[in-house]
Nanobody, 117 residues
């Protein structure tokens, strides 16, 4: 069973910064990333990072957020700078393991990020 332990959420004023961490058990994952879900909205991609370091960001966070990973610790990070009230959401860690027979997909429990104006 895969365990994802998230940390780093909280309350911050607009313009501030937070750093999220997600430590994963098990294998080294092909893709690690963060998604978020605001009240009344669908879950959306924030950023992903592949095992080789290739990154992908949502347009809304490009230039403000930075995703990174430490394969030795099996941990993914999300550095969030210049936070805006519209960044308020529950942030979920996601890891994917791509195998010959398919993709295994795992989610963290979520961590709340609240940005006050």
């Amino acid at each position: 069973q895969v365990h994802l332990v998230e940390s780093g959420g909280g309350l911050v004023q607009a313009g501030g910064s937070l750093r999220l961490s997600c430590a994963a058990s098990g294998t080294i994952y092909t893709l690690m990333g963060w998604y978020r879900q605001a009240p009344g909205k669908q879950r959306e991609l924030v950023a992903t990072i592949a095992i080789g370091g290739t990154t992908n960001y949502a347009d809304a966070v490009q230039g403000r957020f930075t995703i990174s990973r430490d394969n030795a610790k099996n941990t993914v990070y999300l550095q969030m700078n210049n936070l805006k009230p519209e960044d308020t959401a529950v942030y979920y860690c996601n890891v994917k393991h791509v195998k010959l027979l398919g993709v295994s997909d795992y989610w963290g429990q979520g961590t709340q990020v609240t940005v006050s104006s």
